[in-house]
């Protein structure tokens, strides 16, 4: 039976609110997954961020959801990105820890996303990265995201005021192999209204095991 377990994260900027979901299956995998902007509400019970962890689990992954430093019982305070990356690095060491022969994936929403693919490029645990929602008019610079070279799967509403699926699709074009880009349409940053496209298109991408895919 699928079961989910609430504790914290050892972080670097004290403990870090978390909630562990299990599969009913043993897992094939463990993931990560990131919330929005500590500072814009955002917190890992947000309805994307669970629904996100749903598809991962009915996949059969292991996920940790979690709170970023100073949100909810999180200890520490907004670090504006930087100490963010560090909370996210605490998280897969968490994950390797208690899964330690499984592949780790990484993905979160908004600013979750963009704190997951800042690490995707400087961390070489995560199999494979998703980015829901990517704040692309709010990044100050995304060459980072060209050097990621695991799979990769980018879902945008196509109304998103923060990076229009027009948009996402002239910046993934300029990526190396291995990315997939799905837009959902009629949908804003939130996918308000959405969640269950985006949450099957987060779950047929899974299926494929992306990360077992050599790139």
Known sequence: MAQNESFA???PAGRLEAILMQPETPPVAAGV?????????????????????KALQ?????????NFRGVGLSEGVHDDGRGEQEDVIAALAEMERRFPALPLVLGGFSFGSAMALHVAARDPRPRAVFALGLPLTKMSET????????PRLFIQGDGDIFGSGEALRAFTGTLPAGHE??????SDHFFTGRLEPM?????????????????
Do not use: Y
């Not at 009915?58 to 979690?66: I, N, S, T």
């Open 199 to 215: 949450q099957n298109d987060l779950s047929s991408w899974l299926a494929k095991e992306p990360w077992r895919s050599p790139i």
């Open 9 to 11: 994260v050892a972080g």
């Open 181 to 186: 880009l799905r837009v959902i349409p009629e």
């Open 143 to 150: 060459d980072h995201i060209k050097t990621i070279r695991v």
């Open 33 to 53: 997954v990131c919330h929005a902007h500590p500072l814009q509400g955002g917190i890992m019970h947000f309805k994307v961020i669970f629904r996100a962890a």
């Open 58 to 66: 009915e996949r059969g992954l292991a996920v940790l959801r979690f």
